[in-house]
């Protein structure tokens, strides 16, 4: 399935460098997200795109920044990471109408920070 | 209390059997509900969406139960390929969609 992508797949960074992740939707909808998840928590929700539009921040510390060209892309930028911040971050896309909100993962990018 | 809460389990059951999963929700005003699966190390998978008329896919049923503020998932003649963590999601209005994941319940099915 390749309705939604996500690159790199895995990541080593260490605490003082600077990366992106990115992902990519092929399912034509309006929405995006970034999740975290950690061994043994729910996922959390960081970030929600609605056309393009920021509409969620969780509270996200501001080493995470979020970057939103179009309704296909998203991009979640890294930098001074800690290593709590070591987790699968998954992506998401939907089409939003009234009511429903179905949301479609991509594959995710496990980050290890050093 | 959480939001959206889950018995993790794990629940091992034989194959061909019958297994149901709740899940409990604290806001009222919640109004749209799903069933995810998610493998290990995986991306977690939309399994069905949840009507309040309560809705049936193969051997999978889910049920609704707004006054009670719970959902339901049975899953009928388990398979081995069943084995997985079983997320509940609900979506909060809040302009525009919050969207809340339980922590899963664990299902194991063995031959």
């Known amino acids: 399935e390749t309705g939604v992508t996500q690159t790199p797949r895995h990541l080593v960074m260490g605490m003082t460098n600077k990366k992106s992740l990115k992902c990519e939707q092929h399912?034509?909808?309006?929405?995006m997200y970034w999740y975290k998840q950690s061994a043994k928590k729910p996922l959390e929700l960081m970030f929600v795109y609605n056309f393009k539009e920021q509409t969620e921040n969780n509270s996200v510390p501001s080493r995470f920044s979020p970057e939103c060209p179009n309704s296909s892309h998203l991009f979640l930028h890294l930098h001074t990471l800690q290593p709590e911040d070591s987790a699968l971050y998954l992506c998401?896309?939907?089409?939003?109408?009234?009511?429903?909100?179905?949301?479609?993962f991509g594959p995710g990018t496990r980050l290890t920070v050093t | 209390r959480k939001e959206v809460e889950q018995d993790p389990g794990p629940f091992n059951v034989p194959e061909g059997a019958t297994v149901a999963f709740n899940c409990t929700y604290s806001n009222s005003a919640s109004q749209s509900f799903f069933w995810y699966r998610q493998d290990c190390r995986k991306e977690p998978k939309l399994l069905m969406s949840v009507y309040s008329s309560g809705n049936e896919d193969g051997r999978f049923t889910a049920q609704l139960n707004r006054a009670s503020q719970y959902i339901s998932l049975l899953i009928r003649d388990s398979k081995l390929s069943d084995s997985a963590t079983y997320l509940c999601?609900?979506?909060?209005?809040?302009?525009?969609?919050?969207?809340?994941f339980g922590a899963g319940t664990r299902l194991f099915v063995k031959a």
């Open positions: 999601v609900v979506n909060n209005p809040t302009g525009g969609f919050k969207t809340i």
């Open positions: 998401a896309s939907s089409q939003l109408t009234s009511g429903r909100n179905e949301q479609y």
């Open positions: 399912l034509g909808h309006n929405a």
